[in-house]
């Protein structure tokens, strides 16, 4: 069992950057591949940017890559999404989520959610 605490969330303008954090409990967490997903009002819930458990592979959305970068930090128990240049589409709460397989898209595991909210 994993459980994930999200935070780093606020209201930024267009341009500007958010760094969000994931702190994960559990021993295993660093077998774990983790990942960020997000929900905008209306829509559904969508794929921004995965890890596996070492971090270095990595997988973005089309619509974020380049902009955004997700690390971990396993001494730590926690995964980051660094946002840069922040755009009016990006607002939406952000979920961490976490998975101990290798199945890319599966998370079996859910924070609560950070709102992160970007005006033009």
């Known amino acids: 069992q994993v459980q994930l605490v999200e935070s780093g969330g606020g209201l930024v303008q267009a341009g500007d950057s958010l760094r969000l954090s994931c702190v994960a409990s559990?021993?295993?967490?660093?077998?774990?591949?983790m990942g960020w997903l997000r929900q905008a009002p209306g829509k559904a819930r969508e794929f921004v940017a995965e890890?596996?458990?070492?971090?270095?592979?990595?997988y973005y959305a089309d619509s974020v890559r380049g902009r955004f970068t997700i690390s971990r930090d396993n001494a730590k128990n926690a995964v980051y999404l660094q946002m840069n240049n922040l755009k009016p589409e990006d607002t939406a709460v952000y979920y961490c989520?976490?998975?101990?397989?290798?199945?890319?898209?599966?998370?079996?595991?859910w924070g609560q959610g950070t709102q992160v909210t970007v005006s033009s």
């Open positions: 989520a976490a998975d101990p397989s290798n199945l890319r898209g599966k998370f079996d595991y």
């Open positions: 890890l596996n458990w070492s971090g270095v592979n990595t």
């Open positions: 559990g021993r295993t967490f660093r077998t774990y591949r």
